[in-house]
């Protein structure tokens, strides 16, 4: 399996989306996927999009996507998206299907920098009680070495530069140096 990097250019938000806390906005269709596709292409290869650079200094307060038109390849929507950096491809968001069978048409971030959860459990004592601690890590602060936030596509038993259907587009609130 190989993996196709592509470097976008973000678009300039303005109005209700500045609004909203996010100033970063980046839309992929499935002509993107057709279009970045390596002639050489095999069943399974990846794309990476990589959406911004994160500077040190940096922090992501927040990602999301939403999925305005599901992908498809004639029947088949075998296709996933993960959101991450450099570091961890799916460190923001895990693996999330994004194809005709799809329930999904928005997602808040889920990913190892988001949420992370402890549970204590005294099990086996008097009074067997499990307590869940929940620490929020709420995003990243990128302090020592620059890093991309980036969105992979990730294909199962297709092509992506076989696709005819979808669009996506995906929203970042990131605080600048």
């Known amino acids: 399996m190989a993996d196709t990097a592509i470097d976008l250019k973000t678009t300039p938000l303005t109005g209700p989306e500045v609004g909203r806390g996010y100033n970063v ?16 292409e095999a069943t399974n290869d990846t794309q990476t999009y990589t959406i911004s650079n994160l500077p040190i200094g940096c922090k992501v307060r927040d990602v999301h996507f ?10 088949n929507d075998s296709v996933s998206i993960l959101i991450g950096d450099d ?6 968001m895990s693996t ?8 999904v048409s928005t997602k808040l971030p889920d990913g190892v ?6 549970t204590v459990s005294s099990a086996g004592e008097t009074d067997d009680v499990t307590v869940t601690l929940a620490t929020t890590t709420n995003g ?20 992506l530069g076989d696709f005819t259907a979808g669009k996506i ?4 609130d990131i605080i600048f140096p």
């Open 169 to 172: 587009t995906f929203y970042a």
């Open 66 to 75: 939403v999925l305005n038109q599901e992908f498809d390849i004639s029947g």
């Open 96 to 103: 999330t299907a994004v194809g005709t069978a799809s329930s």
């Open 25 to 40: 906005r980046v839309q992929i269709d499935w002509q993107d996927l057709v279009n970045n596709a390596p002639a050489d």
């Open 140 to 159: 990243k602060i990128y302090n020592s070495g620059e890093s991309n936030l980036v969105v992979r596509f990730a294909p199962v038993g297709v092509k």
């Open 113 to 118: 920098y988001w949420n992370s959860t402890d």
């Open 87 to 92: 570091n961890d491809v799916d460190g923001y």
